[in-house]
Structure formats: C-alpha cells, structure tokens
C-alpha cells in the first residue's frame, strides 16, 4: 500500500507554462535567424558604422559597446515577445506553421510516391 501521493510534472501548471516560454523562445530565436537574416544584415551594417562612430570617442570599447547593444537588444526582443506569447495563453503546438511541433501528423505513414504515378494511380483495370 501507497502512503505518499506524488504529483507527476505533465500536471504542474509552472512546468507548462516554462515549456511554452522555451518552446517559443527556440522558435522566435530560429525564425529571427533564418527568415529575418537581411535584418541581421541589416543591423550589423548598422553595428559596424556605429562601431566606426564611436572608435572617435570611446577607442579601447567602441566594438564591445556596440555588439553587446545589438545583441543584448535582439535577446531582449526575442524573449519578451516569447513571455507575450506565453502569457497570452497562445500555445506553439496550435500553430499551423510550425509543422515540426505537431508529432501526430509525423507519425503518420508516408506512401510511396512514384514517377508514373500520374499515369497509372487511376487505372482499375488492364
């Protein structure tokens, strides 16, 4: 006989709400990456004028100011329109666009496809 009940992590209301921060924090961060790259373009041509700007005044730090300041405000970016999302009750398994959150559509069998396909999948008789 069991005296102790213990409550599992898939019930704890905390550990969920972490998981969707995080799970939007990776996609947020992947997106920022690989769909927003000319804006990374964009922000470290930016970063380099600045950097040449500031060698003027500050010459020993110029470069370190200016990568943090672009790096710090992107991370900023990302994780608190993560915290929005996750506040707002949106979860990142009901996006349509995420296809490589939905692990039920996956596991679906995939059929064969073939090249003659088109020219022979709607004959029924020879």
């Known amino acids: ?42 922000l470290m041509t930016l970063g380099v004028l600045g950097a040449i700007i500031l060698q003027s005044i500050l010459p020993a730090s110029a470069i370190l100011v200016v990568s943090g300041s672009i790096l710090g405000s992107t991370a900023v970016a990302i994780l608190v329109s993560s915290l929005l999302l996750t506040l707002k009750g949106i979860d990142p398994h009901d996006v349509k666009w995420l296809g490589w959150l939905h692990d039920h559509e996956a596991k679906q069998q995939i059929l064969p496809l073939y090249a003659s396909c088109p020219l022979t999948c709607d004959i029924n008789h020879i």
């Open 1 to 42: 006989m069991q005296i102790s009940h213990r409550d599992g992590w898939q019930g704890n209301y905390l550990v969920a709400i972490a998981k969707n921060f995080l799970l939007w924090t990776l996609t947020l961060t992947v997106c920022f990456l690989v769909v927003g790259f000319p804006v990374v373009v964009i």
